[in-house]
């Protein structure tokens, strides 16, 4: 059972655009809500992550929004760039608690020139 | 340089011959696994050690062992591989878990292409 669920599955954005992907979670005991990066060829990377004390995180053009009643949340790329082309996952778990960390299935983002 | 490196990043093989994916990583972290990734199903964990000869299942262990003899080396086999096994895998490691301070670093990834 797909505890985290993504969408969009894929994503255009023209450079200088705003790219929102979303994650909608069940397990209201998670608490820690990471995003990772993936290039072509590379294992996916820690991008950002938050826990559900704030509503909002930012690092540089990327941003999470979380929505603890909704159990929702989202990234954000702010000024999308091609540089930024590549697959993200969203994920929850429960923090430091050993449990596996249950991703999303991935949005594919390419940023258009 | 912190890393996790696996061997080999391409691989094909026939139905039934048994191979092995080496997994290491250098920063002394006691939480390794190993992910598959699917086109359309996303990265689904396969076992995960959290700590020296201690193993897990995760979602999908059908098919597979790992061992964890010693800290740093966490190598998948596959007795007898299907051609339902091809995929791209990761191994991963951390300090402990997923936690907050413990962030999953993932090696570069293994083809493995199963006929």
């Known amino acids: 059972q797909q505890q985290v669920k993504q969408s969009p599955q894929s994503l255009i954005v023209q450079k200088g655009g705003i790219s929102i992907i979303n994650c909608a979670y069940e397990?209201?005991?998670?608490?820690?809500f990471p995003w990772y990066q993936q290039f072509p060829g590379k294992g996916p990377a820690l991008l950002i992550a938050?826990?559900?004390?704030?509503s909002e995180k930012k690092e540089g053009r990327f941003t999470i929004s979380f929505n603890k009643s909704a159990k929702q949340f989202s990234l954000h790329i702010m000024d999308s760039q091609p540089g930024d082309s590549a697959t993200y996952f969203c994920?929850?778990?429960?923090?430091?608690?050993?449990?596996?960390?249950?991703f999303g299935k991935g949005t594919s983002l390419l940023v258009t020139p | 340089e912190a890393q996790v490196t696996q061997n080999p990043r391409y691989l094909i093989t026939v139905t039934g011959k048994k191979l092995t994916v080496t997994c290491s990583q250098n920063m002394n972290h006691e939480y390794m696994s190993w992910y598959r990734q699917d086109p359309g199903l996303g990265l689904r964990q396969i076992y995960y050690s959290m700590n020296v000869e201690v193993t897990d299942k995760g979602d999908v262990p059908e098919g597979y062992k790992v061992s964890r003899k010693e800290k740093r080396n966490f190598p998948l086999i596959l007795e007898s591989p299907s051609p339902n096994q091809t995929s791209l895998y990761f191994c991963?490691?951390?300090?402990f878990g997923q936690g907050a301070n413990s962030p999953l670093h993932f090696g570069n990834g293994t083809r493995l292409t199963v006929t």
């Open positions: 991963a490691s951390s300090f």
């Open positions: 938050i826990r559900p004390d704030v």
């Open positions: 397990n209201t005991a998670f608490d820690y």
């Open positions: 994920a929850a778990s429960i923090a430091n608690s050993g449990y596996a960390l249950n």
